[in-house]
Each structure stands twice: as C-alpha cells, then as structure tokens.
C-alpha cells in the first residue's frame, strides 16, 4: 500500500517508536527492503537520492518499480516512496510529478531566511498532491556550531509547515569515525516545540542505545543506508572468493541478500521496540 509518511509517522510518534527509512539502490534491493519489512510488519519509507534515480533510469521508472513490487508481491504494509536530499524545487516537483509520495526538500545550504522561502515552495506545491514534506536545518556533521538553533527550528517549521524535521543533532552520513555524540537534550526541546516528527539521518552503525534514546528524545523516522551497503558488499566479496568461476550477474548480486535482511531485521526490532 502506497502511502505518504504523515499517518505513519504520527502513530510511530505516538507509540515511542520509529520508522525506518532504507535507501534503495536497485532492483533487487528494493525487493529485499519489500520483503524482509512485510515479513516484520514494519511500514517503510523507501529513499532514494537524485543520482540513484538517474542511476536506475528516472522518478517514473523508480515510482513504477516499487508500485509494481507492491502488488506482485503482495505486500501488506505501508511504503512511501520518499526522494531524499532533493537539491531543488525542480528535483522535488519531478518525483512529485512522477508519483513519488513523500519529498526532502535540503535547503540546508542556504541562509535560514532563503532555506524558508525555498522549503516553503516545495511544500505549497507538495500540497495539491498530498504529498508529505521533509526538510533539514542545520548540517549533518560533527562540527557543534552547525548544530540546529533551537529558536530557528521554531521559526523555520512554522513558517514553512512541513511535515517533519532533520534537525542536525550530531550525526553524519557514511562511516563513524569515532563515537558518534549526540545532543539529546536540543532534541527533546526541539520536538516539544516544534511538535512534529523528527528524523535522525546518519543512523548507520549507531549503538542501540543512542538510537532508543534518541527515539525518546523525539526522533520517529531513521535514515540507514550505509550499513546496507557495506553488508552487502561485504558478502559479495566473500562470495566471488569463494565462487571464482561464478560470472551470472544475478548470483552475484543476490550473495548480499541475506546480509541486507539481517540488517533491516534488527534496525526494525531496534526501532519498534519499548524495551
């Protein structure tokens, strides 16, 4: 069932949980996310960055794919299709355009006054779609000064009424190179004030106890990635060192299957659980 995040995310909020959002790549892992996520009855946001569209063929093609493995696969549960790190109002209105449900819209670049007047075209034409909003304040990295201000996040959620929030809390994409440190604490105050959905991006190889208490601080939706992709290479690797003489294209990919499921297996019972 496709979706926009709104329902999701507010229910996940409102149960002290969190919703994962797995980047797809290809085809195939595309179809495993599908599947391992109806296995655990977990909803997913499906992301996706404006290179891997074009590396896959287009919005449309990459809106029909996962539509189509809906319904051949039956799935049960609820999948938003969601572009991540749209650079710009034109990036936006293409996956809107093309059936995407759910944009991000990072402005984060710019000045608060320009992030605002950008976000907010974005969300004025995500609208006539209903199509759910994500936008970002701050920048995601270790630096302490490009943290979010909580004043602005109060500001730029208000003015620009998007559906939710990447607040830069302490967190980077890619590898940690060190013990991530997360501001908590401007979390919290940033999901009381503010009162909507927060997302975590960088969630890749956070300790699970920074992810719960992050979820308690507010955070309901969680970006993973990279830890699919090194899983998956990871496996692909031993496989063609073990099978030298394997050249079926369709061998080779699927070897990182069932690495790909255990990771998706434990972000999701790491996430939706209380414990």
């Known amino acids: 069932m496709i979706v926009n995040s709104t ?22 892992w595309t179809k495993y996310i599908l599947e391992e996520c109806n296995k655990n009855n977990s909803p997913v946001i499906l992301g996706i960055t404006e290179k891997t569209v074009n590396y896959m063929g287009g919005y449309k093609v990459v809106s029909n794919l996962i539509k189509d493995l809906d319904s051949s696969l039956s799935i049960k549960i609820p999948i938003v299709i969601h572009l991540d790190h749209g650079s710009s109002f034109e990036a936006c209105k293409e996956a809107i355009d093309n059936g995407f449900t759910s944009v991000m819209i990072d402005a984060s670049r710019l000045s608060l006054e320009e992030n605002i007047k950008l976000t907010k075209k974005v969300v004025e034409y995500a609208e006539k779609y209903t199509v759910t909003v994500e936008a970002e304040l701050g920048s995601i990295g270790n630096n302490t000064k490009l943290y979010t201000n909580l004043e602005e996040a109060i500001e730029f959620t208000k003015k620009t009424k998007i559906d939710s929030l990447a607040p830069a809390i302490g967190t980077v994409h890619g590898i940690y190179q060190e013990q991530a ?14 009162n909507i959905p927060l997302v975590l991006h960088g969630g890749s190889g956070l300790d699970e106890i ?39 294209p369709r061998k080779i990919i699927s070897s990182g299957e069932k ?4 990771v998706i297996r434990e972000k999701i019972d790491i996430m939706q659980s209380n414990k």
Do not use: H, M, V
Not at 8 to 26: D, E, H, M, S, V
Not at 259 to 262: A, F, G, P, T
């Open 7 to 28: 329902e999701i995310l507010k229910k996940a909020r409102k149960k002290g949980i969190a919703i994962p959002q797995f980047n797809i790549n290809n085809l195939e």
């Open 181 to 194: 440190k997360l501001d908590l604490n401007l979390c919290d105050q940033i999901s009381k004030f503010t």
């Open 210 to 248: 920074i992810i719960k208490q992050a979820i308690k601080a507010g955070i309901t939706k969680i970006n993973i990635n990279t830890e699919l992709q090194i899983a998956w290479s990871n496996a692909l690797k031993k496989y063609l060192i073990e099978n030298g003489r394997i050249y079926d």
């Open 259 to 262: 690495e790909i499921k255990r």
